[in-house]
């Protein structure tokens, strides 16, 4: 009897042991990114929103050039990322991934040697399906082979589409790009590109650093654009869509709503609502404009370190909206050092005068345990576009703000 149920217990300890394994290998299944990087949402360029595939070494060389002569370098960007049309139509022989010969007469290495010898980390585009957005070979298929070649290149980030992807599962495809980029040893930022569809901010977390939640963004701040199958989002319509998953983003793995249309095209008082508004969403922060065409306005919104801050906070908190009547509304993001930022966005079409009486609003949120109340404490209001102290929370606010303008604040405590 006792040889039985010494027997009896080896086998039920080795089951256990088994199904302990089983659930930790499951519970770590999607743990596959490196999980050191982007714990601040990313800050680079991107070709795709000014240049589309009509890119080119000598060109992206000056590109790179003004990205450190603006100040952009010194203000915190890091990424130089190419998007869709960098490769040549057809794999080679080995089936491996070649630059465009016409395109990169250098060669692909070449050109990330010279993006790191400015100081920069260099970024490259696929996609999960068969061919690309723009009908270039994808990675299906191919997804550790082309991991090892970016690897061998320096690539530093990889964005990651989602066209030509009939009968494939996003997760599935998304996981494994992720293992093979682990597999290949270099860490790089994995962005996933598969526009919120099949709602990344529910398994991604482990997988990459970012997911896109919306279809592209264009250079419209209160308009979509029709482009004929498909449409594209304005400022506007991006940010309505981001309030109910801001409890899915923070350090490591954060909610993209895509790039920045900062100096293409809208007027400058919608650079800088659009700009602070990705900054309160703790949102990835990638232009996507001419470098060497910027005027003093576009270089004075991407630069502004004052309102980069917030965006770079350690805490990592997405804020929420707060408030919202005729057109005004109000963002609350939680800083560390139990600080605040706040926006007041006028998202209609005329000028709208705002009396803001602190002492009569709490400001409470379950996501970031905000609970605040200004009848207990005092705070500095620092407008961080006109770069200065405007008062304390002891008296009303009044301003006023014109159309698609917003006025953003940063809230610091009184000792």
């Given at each position: ?364 949120d379950t996501v970031s345990k905000l609970d605040i109340d200004f009848n207990k404490n005092t ?37």
């Amino acid at each position: 009897m006792l040889t039985k149920n010494n027997n009896n217990m080896k086998s039920t300890f080795y089951k256990l042991l088994i199904f302990a394994i089983c659930c930790f290998s499951s519970s770590n299944l999607f743990a596959q990114k490196f999980e050191e990087l982007a714990q601040t949402p990313p800050m680079g360029w991107n070709s795709w929103n000014t240049f589309q595939t009509n890119i080119n070494e000598q060109m992206l060389r000056d590109m790179v050039d003004a990205y450190v002569s603006s100040g952009m370098r010194d203000a915190g960007y890091t990424y130089f990322v190419l998007d869709d049309g960098w490769m040549a139509m057809q794999r080679d022989s080995n089936g491996s991934l070649v630059a465009d010969p016409k395109k990169f007469p250098s060669g692909m290495k070449a050109f990330a040697d010279y993006v790191h010898s400015k100081g920069l980390k260099f970024g490259i585009y696929n996609c999960a399906g068969t061919h690309t957005c723009a009908g270039y070979p994808g990675t299906h298929g191919y997804e550790y082979q082309d991991a090892r070649l970016y690897a061998s290149w320096g690539v530093d980030y990889l964005k990651y589409d989602w066209c030509n992807t009939d009968s494939i599962n996003a997760r599935d495809a998304y996981l494994t790009m992720s293992r093979a980029i682990r597999a290949a040893g270099r860490p790089m930022i994995f962005s996933l590109c598969e526009w919120g569809n099949h709602g990344p901010w529910l398994w991604a977390k482990n997988v990459g650093q970012l997911w896109r939640t919306t279809t592209d963004i264009h250079a419209g701040f209160a308009q979509d654009l029709n482009n004929g199958n498909w449409t594209s989002f304005g400022v506007l319509h991006i940010l309505d869509l981001q309030d109910h998953i801001r409890q899915y983003a923070g350090p490591g793995h954060w909610n993209d709503p895509d790039m920045l249309e900062v100096g293409n095209g809208m007027t400058y008082a919608e650079d800088k609502a659009h700009f602070s508004l990705w900054c309160m969403l703790a949102a990835p922060l990638i232009s996507g404009n001419d470098l060497r065409k910027m005027s003093p306005q576009t270089i004075s919104v991407l630069t502004n370190k004052e309102v980069i801050s917030v965006n770079q906070d350690s805490l990592g908190m997405e804020c929420f909206k707060y408030y919202s009547f005729d057109g005004i509304e109000i963002f609350v993001k939680a800083l560390k050092d139990n600080s605040l930022a706040v926006c007041f966005l006028n998202r209609s079409s005329r000028q709208q005068n705002i009396n803001f009486d602190w002492k009569e609003h709490l400001i409470t949120d379950t996501v970031s345990k905000l609970d605040i109340d200004f009848n207990k404490n005092t705070y500095v209001l620092r407008d961080l576009w006109a770069k200065k102290n405007i008062g304390t929370t002891n008296k009303p606010l009044k301003q006023t703000i014109g159309s698609h303008e917003v006025l953003m604040l940063k809230l610091s405590k009184v000792n």
